[in-house]
Nanobody, 114 residues
């Protein structure tokens, strides 16, 4: 059974930095693109970054230039580096396949506040 386990969230000040990790068990990590999604309170879940198996990336305009997605194929792990986060980046962050998501993990809460 495939499992997605996100970690690394917490409280961060505006302008600080934080790195999120997503450990992926199961075969979906091979071949598929993976992405980081987020859901803020009262809002729909949105895709913020995606990386293909070969390393090509996509970023939503709202995070472009501040967030960096990467993956370690040997460790079945996807990362999201948050640099200069803003209060509007506060949300629960999830990783999942892109497209055709599978069951969601528990996510990791990121709170940006001074």
């Amino acid at each position: 059974q495939v499992q997605l386990v996100e970690s690394g969230g917490g409280l961060v000040q505006p302008g600080g930095s934080l790195r999120l990790s997503c450990a992926v068990s199961g075969s979906i990590f091979n071949v598929y693109a993976m992405g980081w999604y987020r859901q803020a309170a009262g809002k729909q879940r949105e895709l913020v970054a995606r990386i293909t198996y070969g390393g090509s990336t996509y970023y939503a305009d709202s995070v472009k230039g501040r967030f960096t997605i990467s993956r370690d194929n040997a460790k079945n792990t996807v990362y999201l580096q948050l640099n200069s986060p803003k209060p509007e980046d506060t949300a629960v962050y999830y990783c999942n396949r892109v497209p055709n998501v599978i069951s969601w993990g528990q996510g990791t809460q990121v709170t940006v506040s001074s």
